[in-house]
C-alpha cells in the first residue's frame, strides 16, 4: 500500500514533530553499528541487506512515528524508493560524515561543507540530524588540539547553515571514553550529560539529541541546563528501562520526546523477509506505542520554548 510522503506546511520543529509540538522520532541511521548487529549474527551486511532492513523498519513503524531518522548513503533513496514512509512522517537525514576523524584514538568533530542543509533539503529531507562525541572535561596537553573547541566550532557551523536554509537542526552528542579511562561512575556520567548539553546549547540548535542523564537529578539538571528542547536517545537499552527514562525525562527534565532506535528493532536484524516484517509489524510496534504512552501528558511541546 502507497504511503506517499507529502511536505507539510509546519514551521521550525514542527516539520518532524507531532500536532501536539512533541517528538516520536524513530532512529535507523546505523551504518557501522547496523554490518557490526548483522555480522554478530551471521545475516548479509551487503548494502542491498542494509537497504531492505531500513525499508521494513519505516514501513513499520513510520505510521506512528512523526519521524524517521535515515542515512543519505542507505535508508534515505532505499525508502523513498519503495515508498516505505507513512504520510504523516518525516525525514530526518544524518549529515555527519560517515567515518569520524580521531586524534591519538580519541573522536575529532569535523564537517564535509558538501553535506549541508541544501543537500538534504535536495534530497527531499525535512531536517538535519549531526552526530559529534564530545568529553566536555578533556584536559588539554602542550601543543594538543582543543577537542572541545572543535566540536563547538562545527556544530555552530552546522546551526548556522542550518538556518541560513530555512531547516531545523538537531545535535545529537555521545560521551566516549578517554585513553586509558576507568568506567565512569553514574553520577559522573550524569554531570558530564549535563555538561555536553550546557555546551551545545549555547550553539542553540534547534534540538538537542541527548543520553539519559542516569537519574530524576540529572533529568532536572539537563532541564536548567537547556533553554531550547531536546529528546532522549535509547543506546539500546532495555524496553522497560527506556520507558522509565521517558517518563522521568519528561516529567523532571522537560524533554520534548525520544529518538530511539535499537530498543524497538534490535532483535530484527536476526531475522528475514516476512519473518522479519511480521516481528517490526508487531512487537517492534507494541513498544513504539507503549513509548508514545510513556510519553504522553508530560513531553513538553517544543513550541514551549520559543
Known sequence: MSQS??????????????E???????????????????AAVDR??????????????????????SAVLLDPEFGVSAVKEAD????????????EPPERDTYNGEPRATRDPARNAEWVKQMGGDAVKFLVQLRPDRPRGAGEPDLVQEVVDVVSAVVADCRAAGVPS??????????????????RRADLIVESARILNECEPDLLKLEFPMDAQGCREVGEAVSGP????????????????????CDEGGASGFIAGRVYWKEAVALAGEERRQFLSGDARSRFEASLEAMAGRARPWTDFF
Open 84 to 95: 516505505a514512509m507513512a504520510a504523516t512522517s518525516a525525514y530526518l537525514v544524518a549529515a
Open 44 to 65: 548479509p551486511t551487503t548494502p542491498e541487506e542494509m537497504r531492505e532492513f531500513k525499508v521494513d523498519v519505516t514501513g513499520a513503524l513510520s505510521p506512528l512515528a
Open 230 to 249: 531536546w529528546a532522549m536517545l535509547s543506546a539500546g537499552m532495555p524496553l522497560e528501562n527506556f520507558l522509565d527514562a521517558i517518563r522521568l525525562a
Open 5 to 18: 510522503h507529502s511536505p507539510q506546511p509546519r514551521q521550525g520543529l514542527g516539520s518532524i514533530a507531532r
Open 20 to 38: 501536539d509540538g512533541t517528538l516520536a522520532i524513530v532512529a535507523m541511521d546505523q551504518r557501522n553499528t547496523l554490518k557490526r548487529m548483522l
Open 170 to 187: 538537531v545535535v545529537e552528542t555521545l560521551l566516549y571514553s578517554l585513553p586509558n579511562e576507568e568506567p565512569l561512575s553514574a553520577r
